[in-house]
């Protein structure tokens, strides 16, 4: 299978090229040249088998440059017991007869970025030595708050990379940034960012489009890659889970074989939510995508309207993670949904460049509706959905799988639609510890306490444990305090990497 670019398809590129460079030389994203077909008799065999036997199963439909000798390697290294604290995985949890939470926060960073990155440096590292790769890898990061640990944590002390995470300056949560600031390795670097999560993406793609600065980091043998959705060896692993999913429903008898589900997912950057497009384009019966939306509502506008449009006020929301409004996967979408029209993709994402706007032709905008559905919630809403979770089920979500819940309430309310429904919970409440104790109770049970006061009150109130990696960071010091702005992005990234 080839890989070719959203903005010029022209450009193939192997698998392995595809995941070493990150990014297209002219700004596109890698996508297949084809997407493999499963057949429903293949699916239902996954039911009997591990989420290791799953993950062989689709990523060797796509990675088919890597030999299966390679591809074990790298599936068996990222997805282990000690790592998730659970042999499932992606465990999926019943809600009630019609909704079941697809947990995906069971790894070393308790966010659902951890089912890619534990898998992404294995992949890379492989690539490199596939491809006769001689030049360091460096590893460019933007995060919103989770990315930035999760790939933290993939990549430290890696072998041939280096890795430097932008975080938004007062943009994440208190957990998230000490996860980050704390982090330990000899190859990783953190700065924080004078910005919202769209300006650090945004400086970060300037980095990797700047030919004169990539000609210097050739001269002192550096190769830039990227660890965000923007990577195919982060996106892929993501389709993963929603066949595992699928899979689990099977086994536990809850749904029949060719039965459609729903999915929702809460995104900003549209990665998530595309990885289970992409399954239904393989072949899982999927009957509706119900994109879940914060105060920042760009994209259930554009799937309401379709007119993309992030001229709007930012807000900083309680899940802060999808505090973006510039979502780049969507460019993959949109070239599935052209029938891969490279030069009308180009023309959009110039126009959101230039104008910070653009509208799809009515036909394309006819088939994204056709498919999915949208919604958004403000934190009012979102505090509601996680009290009203505890309460009729004893079970306590995190802010962000609260804004999927509230939307597919709201979905359900407005259509009736009674189709079995999965709810992708992407992170752990521990990370958002004070936000989910006030919806829980109210401010009198945070105020005073630090972080760590939180969590343990966090895990009496919900009868969960702490999550291991979250409890050790008290014990840890801050490595790293650099605040930059956003024009001196570059500048941090030449001096990490001490250039001549």
């Known amino acids: 299978m080839q890989y070719q ?17 990150g990014l297209s030389t002219e700004g596109g994203l890698f996508v297949p040249d084809s997407f493999p077909s499963v057949s429903l008799e293949e699916i239902e065999e996954l039911a009997d088998k591990s989420y290791t036997e799953r993950a062989y199963f689709v990523l060797s439909k796509f990675l088919t440059d890597f030999s299966e000798e390679e591809l074990l390697y790298c599936i068996n290294n990222a997805y282990t017991k000690e790592k998730f604290e659970t042999n499932s995985i992606a465990p999926l949890y019943k809600l009630n007869d019609s909704t079941y939470v697809l947990e995906l926060w069971h790894g070393p960073t308790c966010a659902f970025k951890d089912m890619a990155l534990q898998i992404l440096p294995y992949l890379l590292t492989t690539s490199m030595k596939k491809t006769n790769e001689k030049d360091e890898v460096v590893i460019l990061v933007a995060t919103s708050g989770d990315t930035g640990k999760a790939a933290l944590e993939g990549f430290k002390d890696v072998e041939g990379t280096r890795i430097i995470v932008f975080y938004p300056n007062n943009g994440v949560s208190e957990i998230q940034k000490l996860q980050m600031v704390t982090q330990e390795g ?45 990577n195919w060896g982060r996106l892929v692993p993501q389709i993963v889970y929603y066949f595992s999913a699928y899979a689990d429903m ?29 399954a239904k384009k393989m072949g899982l019966p999927v009957k509706k995508f119900i994109c879940a939306s914060n105060e920042n509502n760009v994209l259930t506008e554009f799937i309401e309207t379709g007119i993309y449009n992030k001229n709007r006020e930012f807000h900083t929301t309680i899940s802060p993670s999808m505090d973006i409004l510039i979502s780049s996967n969507l460019e993959r979408f949109l070239f599935d949904l052209t029938g891969e029209d490279d030069k009308a993709v180009s023309k959009w994402m110039e126009a959101l460049n230039r104008d910070g706007v653009y509208e ?40 962000h799988t609260a804004v999927a819940k509230a939307v597919y309430d709201n979905y359900v309310k407005e259509t009736g639609d009674s189709t079995k429904t ?13 936000s989910v104790l006030i919806a829980l109770g109210d401010y009198s049970s945070v105020a005073g306490k630090n972080e760590f006061e939180l969590l343990q009150e966090l895990s009496e109130k919900s009868r969960m444990q702490i999550p291991k990696s979250l409890a050790a960071l008290q014990d840890k010091s801050v490595i790293f305090d650099l605040v930059c702005g956003k024009e001196e992005m570059q500048e941090v990234v030449s001096d990490f990497l001490m250039l001549e």
């Not at 999965?422 to 004070?434: G, L």
């Open 5 to 21: 670019s959203t903005r010029d398809k022209s450009i193939k590129v192997t698998a392995a090229e595809a995941i070493k460079q």
């Open 360 to 399: 799809i032709p009515a036909d394309v905008k006819g088939k994204l509706t056709s498919m999915f559905a949208a919604g958004c919630c403000d934190d009012k809403e979102t505090m509601a959905a996680i009290k009203d979770c505890a309460e009729k089920y004893d079970y306590v979500i995190d802010t």
């Open 186 to 230: 000899n190859n990783v670097s953190v700065a924080a960012v004078n910005g919202n999560f769209d300006d650090a993406q945004n400086g970060v793609k300037r980095i990797f489009t700047d030919g004169e600065y990539a000609k210097l980091l050739e001269k002192n043998q550096f190769k830039l890659s990227s660890a965000n959705s923007i």
């Open 250 to 278: 099977l086994k536990n008898g809850e749904i029949k074989p060719g039965e459609e589900i729903n999915v929702v997912v809460p995104t900003g950057n549209f990665g998530n939510i595309l990885a289970s497009y992409y």
């Open 422 to 434: 999965v709810i992708a919970s992407t992170a752990s409440p521990f990370k958002f510890n004070q």
